[in-house]
Nanobody
Framework: VQLQASGGGLVQAGGSLRLSCAASGRTFSIYDMHWFRQIPGKEREFVAQISYSGGRTSYAESVKGQFTISRDNAKNTVYLQTNALKPEDTAVYYC??????????????WGRGTQVTVSS
């Protein structure tokens, strides 16, 4: 499974961005999908998670009510709608997918990340 994130960019504080992450390869083996973010010099941190059906989501406390995760399985894509952005949301955003291939061990696939920069 390969993941390609997009949609990042430079935005003013209070603005919004919609991040996308498209999966390719053995996409039928993907279950939960996630967004993480990383600020230079800090550890990667969890942002949001969504189940395969989209019926179960979870968020980091710092983004609850501000970000919304969703997915379109027909397009093999997960989204992160980011609203009311603040300078402290500046980071590289990564998507990840929990993959369970038939006959093999489960693993987490990672995309390359997309930069989000929020100016004050």
């Amino acid at each position: 499974v390969q993941l390609q994130a997009s949609g990042g960019g430079l935005v003013q504080a209070g603005g919004s961005l919609r991040l996308s992450c498209a999966a390719s390869g053995r996409t039928f083996s993907i279950y939960d999908m996630h967004w993480f973010r990383q600020i230079p010099g800090k550890e990667r941190e969890f942002v949001a998670q969504i189940s395969y059906s989209g019926g179960r989501t979870s968020y980091a406390e710092s983004v609850k009510g501000q970000f919304t995760i969703s997915r379109d399985n027909a397009k093999n894509t997960v989204y992160l709608q980011t609203n009311a952005l603040k300078p402290e949301d500046t980071a590289v955003y990564y998507c990840a997918a929990d993959v369970t291939p038939s006959g093999g061990p489960s693993y987490r696939a990672w995309g390359r990340g997309t930069q989000v920069t929020v100016s004050s």
